[in-house]
């Protein structure tokens, strides 16, 4: 490992310790008291935004066709990297991640990823049906969500998507609000399976949205299919590039 790469990434958790122990005062306030909260939840997308810059890596946004954050949906994206939470919080949405209750043991990201966000345990269906229930109560409440479909950092090989998980698209057909497929371009030559750290351009592609409309539970798997095939397209375009 280049030394360069060793300082640069522990000046990165300098500067992303620094930043969330400002930013978690806020956040905090989000949680105590329900007229900050949605505040709260556009201040991470100002964390990102000055994490991102902070670090010196340019971050480029792309919206296609149709596409605006301004609207509800149920967005969905590629993870190869943990750097991909601070990449698709950069996006200027009201959205809840749902994220692995392993996350609950972080001290103070722990207790603040979990009363503002949603955890899930996958391997407890109580826990999951509960993660339903809230995801259904805080679209009604006008949020929208994010999700990782493949259920974590999956792939075998980058840039070959893990196969999806159900959740995102039971949300958007039982509530009929539409998917967002982003595609998190650069992300993986950040931070490449470990938490060290390299200077690369990161571009975020918002892909016109996938309405749920005409599809039933039955029609599951098609619309799965559908979302999935537009996020590994670009994901290939963009690794032969």
């Known amino acids: 490992m280049k030394i360069f790469t060793l300082i640069y990434s522990i000046y990165g958790l300098i500067v992303f310790s620094f930043l ?15 007229k900050f909260e949605k505040t709260a939840y556009w201040l991470h997308h100002v964390l990102a935004r000055f994490f991102f810059a902070a670090i010196f890596i340019p971050v480029r946004i792309k919206l296609e066709k ?41 001290p103070l990201l722990g207790y603040i990823f979990k009363n503002l966000h949603i955890m899930v345990d996958r391997e407890n269906k109580e826990s999951k049906k ?51 497929p982003v595609s998190l371009l650069g992300a993986y030559q950040i931070m490449k399976g470990s938490f060290f750290i390299s200077r690369s351009p990161c571009e975020i592609v918002c892909h016109t949205s996938i309405s749920p409309k005409g599809y039933k539970k039955k029609d599951l798997e098609k619309f799965k299919n559908k979302c999935y095939n537009v996020l590994q397209n670009e994901l290939n375009k963009s690794y032969n590039e």
Not at 86 to 100: D, R, S, T, V, Y
């Open 20 to 34: 969330f122990g400002i930013f978690s005062f806020p956040f905090v306030l989000g949680i105590w008291f329900k």
């Open 130 to 180: 509960q993660t339903y229930l809230k995801s259904f109560r805080s679209i009604d409440e006008g949020y929208s969500m994010g999700i990782f479909p493949e259920g974590g950092i999956k792939t075998k090989k980058v840039p070959q998507l893990a196969p999806f998980k159900d959740g995102a698209f039971i949300m958007a057909i039982k509530k009929q609000i539409p998917i967002l």
């Open 66 to 106: 149709g596409v605006n954050l301004k609207n509800q949906y149920v967005i969905i994206s590629n993870h190869f990297s943990f750097i991909d939470i601070p990449a698709l919080a950069a996006l200027n949405i009201p959205f809840k991640f749902i994220g692995k209750i392993r996350v609950n043991n972080i």
